[in-house]
């Protein structure tokens, strides 16, 4: 089990950038999977982009050539280079960590809130 702490969110114009930033800590020392999901008003949880250890990468359509993820595996860092944002990327934006490729248990950060408005 791991406890992720996210920042970097706030609010933005439209056109604009952000980058998220993720940091997990606890007694797991590699962690299978980081990555970032997504909840607007009224709207079930996406994923919005996903990194394994092994470089095996996920970025939702919806996001496709405007975010990117990395990672720093030896500090289990994630973060979210978030450029061109949309109102509708208005979300809030929590930072997830799967610790075991063969469990399918996650651990979940507490969010952190994108506005994209002018």
């Known amino acids: 089990q791991v406890q992720l702490v996210e920042s970097g969110g706030g609010l933005v114009h439209p056109g604009g950038s952000l980058r998220l930033s993720c940091a997990a800590t606890g007694s797991v020392k590699t962690i299978y999977a980081m990555g970032w999901s997504r909840q607007a008003p009224g709207k079930h949880r996406e994923t919005v982009a996903s990194?394994?250890?092994?470089?095996?990468?996920f970025v939702a359509d919806s996001v496709k050539g405007r975010f990117t993820i990395s990672r720093d595996n030896v500090k289990n860092t994630v973060d979210l280079q978030m450029n061109g944002l949309k109102p509708e990327d208005t979300a809030v934006y929590f930072c997830?960590?799967?610790?075991?490729?063969?469990?399918?248990?996650?651990?979940w950060g507490q969010g952190t809130r994108v506005t994209v408005s002018t």
């Open positions: 997830y960590g799967k610790v075991s490729a063969e469990r399918p248990d996650m651990d």
């Open positions: 990194l394994t250890i092994g470089g095996v990468e």
